[in-house]
């Protein structure tokens, strides 16, 4: 039991070093990540280290259904200049670990702004990457200046960040602040099967204290 015990030690603390060397913390501007007026973002010619950027609209919350990439453009979202924006009901920013990159992602804060200034609230939700959970939600004011959203938020499996407004306007997101790893060691929320193998393991070691106490007894 105690090699077992050293063993989940070790791996936990191999787990934390590998996350704390992951690249240094990065601010994406789409405007400046694509290069140019109406482009897809992102684009080739800008990358996160160990991560892929996804920019969709989707008809809904969660894993709803993909409608558009979101589009570039320049100012007229509240104060912010260069921002990537949905006319949808939902844009869908992904922050996915690439293939092999076991260290996560960690998600500090981005603004958000509205088309043409217009005092609106923006409702924000962010998932894990496969969408089966809810790390944080809010609401965020928005008009002639825009709003920040603090998320400091971790996942091994990715992130994404959806953000819907309140009125038929189009809504913005820029100055996305994240890192790769789990530099403020954050501890994960467990995903579902992580409960099941928990409660299960749990099991087999109460059902073998049981048979060692009915071995002593006989």
Known sequence: ????????AATSVLALSIASAQAAEVTVDPWH????YSATWPALNYSVP???L??????????ATITDQTAIYAMGFSDLQGVSY????VGDIGLMPLLGNAAGVTLYDFDLGAWAGVNSNVAVRIYNGDYSQILSQGTVAVGAQHGSYLANVFSLN?????FASSLSTQHAIDNIRLEGGNP???SPIPEPET????????GLVGLSLRRKQQQASA
Do not use: C, R
């Not at 990540?33 to 140019?36: D, V």
């Not at 949905?86 to 009901?89: A, G, I, K, R, V």
């Open 1 to 8: 039991m105690k090699d077992i015990l050293g063993m989940i």
């Open 33 to 36: 990540t694509a290069g140019n």
């Open 50 to 52: 160990d991560l892929v």
């Open 54 to 63: 996804s920019a969709y609209s989707k008809s809904g919350w969660g894993n």
């Open 86 to 89: 949905t006319s949808e009901p």
């Open 158 to 162: 990715g992130l994404h960040i959806q």
């Open 184 to 186: 403020l060691n954050i």
């Open 195 to 202: 409960y099941a193998m928990m409660l299960a393991g749990l």
